[in-house]
């Protein structure tokens, strides 16, 4: 199981701060948004943002960095901080 | 003439729900022998967009989110990258995060460098990868009603400017 944490406005809008979910090894981070929209469809306008960010262990990444179990992964809103 | 090389290094971040004092954070940064210029900025509450359009009820209050444990090591990082750039001394990133009222302070940004085109530039360059990768986001309130605050296109292209 992997463990995706959402922040600020995603997560009002999935109405939920975090998520466990199933995933083969080494699945990349666009995958793993796909699966989350076919495990909730409820959450397809949300997750289909084209400005979401991801984190994965708490890095900047992109959404063709691949997954394993063990990683933090985060989706959140552009950020607007300062 | 070779530049001494700078003894103090430090960085200093702080992700907190206290206020800070600019004249004490102005002093350790001062404190450097070798440094000859110190810059510092620091960036208030003001209103945002769509609450304080007219005739929209007036804001008084922001609300800062942010990634525990992800917003230190993102600013980390921007200080980071900023060093390999310039030959700085120490550097300041404080940014506060909870309940805000009408302008208080924010955030804090503070570089110390032999001389003053590092410390501007460095400055600069750290608040433009503050506003588009730390992960902090607003929340503003007007009314009793909350509204996300939305990213601005401008920071965007304002983090550009140094690739």
Redesign the interface.
Known sequence: MMKVLFFASLRDALGTAEVDVSLAQGTTAEALRAQLIADHPQWQIALSQPALLLAVNQQMADWQTPLNESDEIALFPPVTGG | MTEPALINVETYISVQHDDFDMAAEYQRLAASASCGAVVTFS?LVREFAKLSEQDAPKVTELF????P??TE??LA?IVERARSRWPLGPVTVI?RIGALPLNAQ??FVGVASAHRDAAFSAAQFI?DF??????????ETADGKTS?????QS?QEASKRWS
């Open positions: 960036g800062l989110e942010h990634y444990g992800m090591k993102a990082d940014h924010i955030v608040m503050l506003k588009t990768e730390a992960p902090f986001w607003k929340r996300w605050v939305d990213a601005r920071d």
